[in-house]
């Protein structure tokens, strides 16, 4: 039998070697130059004194990272206060951004008329940036002449010092971001709940169940990688804080509400202490990370018990 | 031979084209200003006159952004090539910014255009030298002002051209001035209000040097504010709140000036930039002067100063820093316009002017320039190190901390930054 040469592929064209990779090229490059390249330099300028002037640094080990720990340092004070802080507004306003978006969701994908207006509406906000959003919050809650304590004292009660005095000032900044962001959340709900195939509803009603049954045995479940992605994507945006004590408490009062990003912007653009900074943004993402994972054990974790 | 005439021809009228729109063009400078408060449209009108003067040699463009904004930038500015050609600092970051090298050296420049100390508010023109070198020019000193309602004095029979000015008749007169006057049970009238937040640091800041006391030691190594000029500045505050009830507690920033404009506050403090404000919003008729000896030693209130800087770029273009020069040198003498938009001029010969001393407001004002207190000298870290006064003083006015407490934590986070 004679061997039959195959024809070798070419590097071009249809079905050239090269053109799937030439494809992810665009998106590689830039993906190299605005992540992993950050990434990897950014962890280098948290290991020196990083002079922004002359773009170059001296190596100083861990000593930026040592130095949170140090009781002696300005650093320690306010960076572990930042977190703080930053893991006060996670623990408020994750269970809120979810649970309310959820029942939004519900709410858009029932039979309920307007329903589709009521969606546009919720979503709407969304579409506008953070210093839109937090000057309308910071006039809203303005003590004298804010909407807020004209309707508060319209009822009868008395005018709340919203923005300078806690615990008001992070509730403040809690409405102003759920009015925000929840949104999001309810639309990628809504997607999911679309998603469920109503064949199991109805095997559910013919066994018996209740509308409660059914949101808890089939609803939930189908829901459940939506809501593990919402969990943790909800959890990141809320570590990441910035905008809203920036721009509506100033990060006041005293301090309170400095998030751990305003901290770390503030000590790189303030202070320009680079090095700090970037150190800083490590560790808090380390935080981070581990959070994630926790959270995606504890998830996977209920997947196995039901 | 014609084919190439026609073509030298061409390329010759191009040139000569060319250059004289070179020549007419005129030198555009970027000007970067954080005049937020209606001394901005004073400074535009004076940047206006100025590009109309000079029109076709010299144009200035000029932007406004919060100060915040402008120390976050101009340090990345310059690094990218971007700085402005001239700009305005405050005299309390100078040290900073000199620090990191972007900001060229006056001296020689002040000396072509025949500026002399003696012309000068002596702490504002020393302000610019730091380790020997002049970075700055001096535009204006701008202290705390005590503005009062002349109406409501007049209607509880106090004199409205003289409004208290020591420690006890100060309480005296807001406990008289403080009052519910529709009589429903809420305190609409309030003698003054003390915001929690800006300006409060140079409410306290003015005690503190009324009662001789320094932030800093003399070769700025500690914070010693919580001293007992400190403590007794920051007690006599929060005393207004708390025990004499002259001012709501919680008032947020610029409520005050809101309340004060509506009619509803007898005396409010805030800086001298305010003043326009006050006198465009129509009917309210106040007062405007040197703020009450709250403390025991002697006269003093915080001021700043608005000083020019020019950026350090990439290559020194001479023509640019001449004509940055020009502008500085003619706002210097145009400085009694920029006066009467809420400034106290730092020429002394504008400032001494008859026609800036007969101005109602401005002339009770300029009665404070030689109480203008500064600290024995600024530093590279004084903004950070001053960070957690602030945060003492809305403390204490928050009622969450005593005086004491709230400036002892203030001067340990302070010493750390100083340790630095």
Known sequence: ????????????????????????????????????????????????????????????????????????????????????????????????????SLGL????????????????????????????????????????????????????????????????????????????????????????????PHDQYEAATIDGANSWKSFRYITLPNLRPILLFIVITTVIASFNLFGQPQLMTGGGPSRSTVTVMYYIYGEAFGNFRMGSSAAMSYSTAVIMLVATFAQAKLFSAKDQDS | MR??????????????????????????????????????????????????????????????????????????????????????????????????????????????LGLVGEDYIEPVWNGGIIDGKRYSIPLDAHPLVMYWNKDIFEAAGLDPEAPPMDRESFIEVTKLLTQDTDGDGVIDQWGTQLSVGWPNFQYWYSILFQNDGELFNEDNTQAIFNNEAGV??????????????????????????????????????????????????????????????????????????????????????????????EFIAWIGNHSLEWGRGGQLPAKLSVLNSEEFRS??????????????????TFFLQYGEATGPAWDAINKAFLGLMTPQEALDEAVELSNRVLKQ
Not at chain 1, 22 to 50: C, D, Q, R
Not at chain 2, 42 to 47: N, P, Y
Not at chain 2, 252 to 281: C, P, S, T
Not at chain 2, 371 to 376: E, M, S
């Open chain 2, 3 to 112: 084919k190439t005439a026609v073509r030298v021809l061409l390329t010759l009228s191009l040139v000569c084209l060319l250059s004289f729109s070179a020549l007419a063009a005129p030198v555009v400078l970027e000007y970067w200003t954080i005049f937020t408060g209606p001394d901005g449209a004073t400074m535009q009108e004076l940047v206006d006159q100025f590009n109309k003067e000079r029109a076709g040699e010299i144009e200035v463009r000029m932007s406004i952004m919060p100060g915040g904004n402008f120390y976050e930038s101009i340090l990345t500015a310059v690094i990218s090539g971007r700085a402005p050609d001239v700009a305005i600092m405050h005299m309390d970051r100078l040290p900073e910014f000199a620090s990191q090298g972007i900001l060229l050296e006056l001296d020689a420049y002040v000396d072509e």
């Open chain 2, 359 to 376: 101005d109602p407001h401005l002339g009770s004002i300029a009665e404070a320039a030689p109480y203008v207190a500064f600290p024995h």
């Open chain 1, 1 to 100: 039998m004679r061997a039959i040469a195959r024809p070798r592929r070419s590097l071009f064209g249809d079905e050239g070697r090269l053109t799937p990779y030439l494809y992810l090229l665009p998106h590689a490059i830039l993906f190299f130059m605005f992540v992993i390249y950050p990434i990897f330099k950014g962890f280098w300028v948290s290991l020196t004194e990083w002079n922004m002037f002359f773009n170059e640094g001296t190596f100083v080990g861990f000593a930026n990272y040592a130095r949170l720990f140090n009781p002696e340092s300005i650093q320690n004070a306010y960076y572990w206060q930042a977190l703080k802080a930053t893991l006060l507004f996670v623990v408020i306003s994750v269970p809120p951004l979810v649970l309310i």
């Open chain 2, 232 to 325: 007794d500045a920051l007690q006599y505050l929060t005393d207004l709140i708390y025990v004499h009830k002259v001012s709501p507690a919680n008032v947020q920033v610029d409520a005050d000036v809101e309340a004060f404009k509506r009619g509803e506050v007898a005396i409010e403090f805030n800086g001298i930039w305010m003043l326009a404000g006050y006198q465009d919003h129509p009917g309210l008729n106040f007062g405007a002067g040197m703020i009450p000896q709250w403390g025991t030693e002697r006269k003093a209130v915080w001021a700043g100063s608005h000083q020019f800087i020019i950026p350090r770029q990439r290559s020194v273009d001479r023509a640019k820093v001449n004509a940055s020069l």
């Open chain 1, 105 to 196: 969701a519900v709410l858009v994908t029932s039979n309920l008329p307007w329903r589709s207006f009521f969606r546009t509406i919720y979503f709407m906000p969304t579409a506008l940036t953070i210093s839109v959003v937090a000057v309308m919050w910071r006039w809203i809650f303005q003590g004298d002449v804010g909407f807020a304590n004209w309707v508060l004292r319209a009822l009868g009660g008395d005018a709340i010092p919203w923005l300078t005095t806690q615990p008001y000032a992070w509730i403040s900044i809690l409405i102003a971001t759920i009015w925000w962001t929840v949104g999001w959340n309810m639309i990628l709900l809504v997607s999911g709940l679309n998603a469920i």
